[in-house]
């Protein structure tokens, strides 16, 4: 089961890029990068998910090296309501490997 | 429905009573998972069924902990003889199979006093 590591916490003014950084050095080859988002009181919400390369959608874009042992969430020009928690996780989407959220990244945007 | 309902949405049980957490999934969705999350903390896998089967139940922390889907649909977790321990966050989440992204519910709050 691939394991992921991200930092704890990051705070960040309103309006500017944040970055979000997670490693995964035992990612299997069938194992999509998936991130989720998660507010106070509510389950998490699905973001983005790639595989390799960069993938952008309406909320963000997420980058991946070729090496895939490491994946980088990108949130353009934060706002206070992208206060949340950030969770990266690995898995190849069958359920076979249940999904591993670890502690997340806490992020904190300041007016 | 249009997402993962579950219920209740806060309980209260008394140390020793049995309870039980109701996931309404996603019409159609395959996949179900149950997650735990104390409070601070990211989820914890608890277990997972495709359709009907339980296909992996090893994050269930203790026999007291059990989980059915029999008809493949909606999903009851159920834990007896309740511990303070046990109070946390108990989620859901769906999937259609083959997709990757799934669905979670808001989470029954679970509080053993």
């Known amino acids: 089961l691939a394991k992921t590591t991200q930092p704890i916490s990051m705070d960040s003014y309103e309006g500017q890029e944040v970055n979000i950084t997670c490693s995964h050095n035992?990612?299997?080859?069938?194992?999509?990068i998936t991130w989720y988002q998660q507010f106070p009181s509510q389950g998490p919400r699905f973001i983005i998910q790639?595989?390799?390369t960069k993938v952008t959608n309406e909320v963000a874009s997420l980058f991946i090296p070729a090496d895939r042992k490491s994946s980088t969430l990108s949130l353009p020009r934060v706002s206070l309501s992208d206060t949340a928690v950030y969770y990266c996780?690995?898995?190849?989407?069958?359920?076979?490997?249940?999904?591993?959220f670890g502690t997340g990244t806490r992020l904190t945007v300041i007016p | 429905g249009a997402g993962v309902s579950q219920s209740p949405r806060y309980k209260v049980a008394k140390r020793g009573q049995d309870v039980a957490l109701r996931c309404d999934p996603i019409s159609g969705h395959v996949s179900l998972f149950w997650y735990q999350q104390a409070l601070g903390q990211g989820p914890e896998f608890l277990t997972y069924?495709?359709?009907?089967?339980?296909?992996?139940k090893s994050g269930l922390p203790s026999d007291r902990f059990f989980a059915e889907r029999p008809e493949g649909s909606v999903s009851t977790l159920k834990i007896q003889r309740t511990q303070q321990e046990d109070s946390a966050v108990y989620l859901c989440?769906?999937?259609?199979?083959?997709?990757?992204?799934?669905?979670f519910g808001s989470g029954t709050r679970l509080t053993v006093v």
């Open positions: 996780l690995v898995g190849d989407g069958t359920g076979a490997n249940n999904l591993f």
């Open positions: 069924f495709q359709n009907e089967a339980q296909l992996d």
């Open positions: 790639g595989y390799k």
């Open positions: 035992n990612i299997a080859t069938n194992d999509y």
């Open positions: 989440a769906s999937s259609f199979q083959g997709n990757h992204g799934y669905t």
